[in-house]
């Protein structure tokens, strides 16, 4: 059981910081960045999954490992994180400065 709290209302920082000390809780800090790409990669699997079940794009073995879309969604998050951590990004801080580039750039 986890003694970890995430704050009400958590800036993206915060979610950093509440990833780095659930890693740390649950014995993942050592796995290195190649490990939580395939993880990402998987997970992205499990929400185009979750996603083609629900819009009924195509047929899902429903015995199958899937979860919810949102379930899916935090768990790209999480990895996320711990991606930017492992390379000490402020997730925020780039989110603003891409965002800027993209103010720039010309959308057709």
């Not at 429903?62 to 899916?72: A, M, R, V």
Request: proline share 2%.
């Amino acid at each position: 059981m986890s003694n970890l709290t995430l704050k009400e209302n958590p800036t993206l920082k915060d979610l950093q910081k509440y990833v780095q000390e659930l890693e740390k809780e649950r014995g993942f800090e050592k796995e290195d960045v190649p490990q939580k790409c395939l993880l990402l990669g998987e997970e992205i699997g499990e929400l185009f999954k979750s996603i083609r079940k629900r819009n009924k794009v195509t047929k899902v073995d429903h015995n199958s490992k899937f979860g919810l879309i949102d379930e899916e969604l935090a768990d790209i998050i999480i990895l996320i994180c711990t991606i930017a951590n492992r390379f000490n990004i402020d997730l925020e801080q780039a989110f603003r400065e891409k965002e800027e580039l993209n103010k720039n750039r010309v959308w057709e």
